[in-house]
């Protein structure tokens, strides 16, 4: 499926996301839904995404990935804390560690790996999957402090 052309992702993941490097010794990251793009720099807010899933894909140096702490990213689907959820019972409690680490993604730099209609589903199914995303977008916006 093509990425709609207002979308501020990249068309392939040459550098690395946070610090542009082309450096030889990087890992791609794939694991990433569309909603983390609400915590890079200058991503798609999850409102933003519309009757869309999918996931984001990004290349990170060596440098970046062990020494700036994004290694934390790895294999990592939600942007909400298990352990906080589990107990608290607060159901968009973030990870704090890894939003930061997404914050230091220039999205401009990020692609769009897998990206599907939300057709498939159900009217409820996608209204869930859109009152989530409204509340996701929330949590991260306080996070970050914006109004």
Known sequence: MEVPDDWPYADEPTVC????????????????????????????????????????????????WTEEGLAVLEDTQTLVDREARAEGGHPFALDDEQVAAAARLDAERVAVGDLRPLD????????????QDEAAEAVLDSWFGRE
Not at 120 to 125: A, H, M, Q, V
Request: with cysteine; glycine share 12%.
């Open 17 to 64: 996301a946070a610090c542009g490097s082309d450096d030889d010794r990087y890992v791609t990251v794939e694991s990433l839904g569309l909603v983390w793009g609400a915590a890079m720099d200058g991503g798609l807010a999850p409102t933003a995404v519309g009757d869309y899933s999918g996931t984001l894909r990004f290349r990170c140096c060596h440098d970046c």
């Open 120 to 131: 498939y589903r159900s009217d409820p199914e996608r209204e869930h999957v859109r009152s």
